[in-house]
Structure formats: structure tokens, C-alpha cells
């Protein structure tokens, strides 16, 4: 019986040292992995962000586009040659109206 004592003696520090660092193991991994879950949150809105961005700016640069090709297009170059040049096309008449 003498030798089960000394046994059992023996394997309770053991025992404790091994719940502390069970213990201390999990407490770390526990927050670590809460910080990285909050890292995790603020990419996922940060990202969110910038996709709305894009797609703003993709908006935009579909506007411009639009604009681009209507500036460059004939109807438009005719009109302004007509309002603010006041050109004609060949065997049209311009009429004046003297009272404006």
C-alpha cells in the first residue's frame, strides 16, 4: 500500500501542471482565435466597402463612355455645327428670323 501512495503522490503534480497548461492552451487559443474573427469582420466590411466603390465607379465610367460616343457621334457634330456655327448643308435654305 505504502508504494500506491508514493505512486499516487507522484502523479498529482503532474496532474495539476497538466490541467494549468490545458488551461492556459485553451485560454490563448480561445483569443486568439477571437481576434482573428474580429480581423475577419472588419476585412469582410472593408471589402464590402470597396466593391461598392467599384461598382460606383464602374457606373460612372459607363456614363462617361455613353457621353464619349455621343460627342463623337455625326448627329451631334451636325447639331453643333448648326446651333452655335450656324453652318448649312448644301441647297438648304437659312431662314432669319429678324424679330427675335
Do not use: C, W
Not at 494549468?20 to 486568439?32: A, I, K, N, P, R
Amino acid at each position: 500500500m505504502e508504494k500506491k501512495k508514493k505512486i499516487k503522490k507522484s502523479r498529482k503534480p503532474s496532474s495539476l501542471f497538466l490541467r494549468v497548461f490545458l488551461l492556459v492552451f485553451v485560454v490563448t487559443v480561445s483569443v486568439g482565435i477571437g481576434t482573428q474573427f474580429i480581423h475577419y469582420q472588419e476585412l469582410q466590411e472593408e471589402l464590402a466597402v470597396v466593391t461598392a466603390e467599384i461598382e460606383k465607379e464602374q457606373k460612372r465610367q459607363l456614363e462617361f463612355e455613353t457621353r464619349r460616343e455621343y460627342y463623337t457621334s455625326d448627329s451631334y457634330i451636325e447639331q453643333v455645327a448648326r446651333e452655335q456655327l450656324g453652318m448649312v448643308k448644301p441647297n438648304e435654305i437659312l431662314y432669319i428670323n429678324r424679330s427675335e
